[in-house]
Nanobody
Framework: QVQLVESGGGLVQAGGSLRLSCEAS????????MAWFRQVPDKDREFVAA?????YYADSVKGRFTISRDNAKNTVYLQMNSLKPEDTAVYYC???????????????????WGQGTQVIVSS
């Protein structure tokens, strides 16, 4: 059993920055992969970034967002720079502890999810 708790969301002006955190508890922090997804009302959940052996990013956030992990703190981060209004969404942290079978950007790969944290980027 794993619990994931996101924090760091909020309201920011376009061009600003936020750092999201996702702290895991409940078992040893050795996931196969950790990821961030985002979702807006009435749309499918969208892949944002992931870390496994290397990092992965959606084209829409490449060069602006950075995913990182601090194993000592059982925490994964998403540093978001140069934020745009279209980045507005609820951001979810996800963990995969069994290595598949779905590809990294597929939400079905991940067994555990946080409650989400709201990010609003104003124009």
């Amino acid at each position: 059993q794993v619990q994931l708790v996101e924090s760091g969301g909020g309201l920011v002006q376009a061009g600003g920055s936020l750092r999201l955190s996702c702290e895991a508890s409940g078992r040893t922090f050795n996931p196969d992969a950790m990821a961030w997804f985002r979702q807006v009302p009435d749309k499918d959940r969208e892949f944002v970034a992931a870390t496994r052996r290397i990092t992965y990013y959606a084209d829409s956030v490449k060069g602006r967002f950075t995913i990182s992990r601090d194993n000592a703190k059982n925490t994964v981060y998403l540093q978001m720079n140069s934020l745009k209004p279209e980045d507005t969404a609820v951001y979810y942290c996800a963990a995969d502890y069994n290595g598949g079978p779905y590809p990294i950007p597929d939400s079905r790969r991940y067994e555990y999810w946080g409650q989400g944290t709201q990010v609003i980027v104003s124009s």
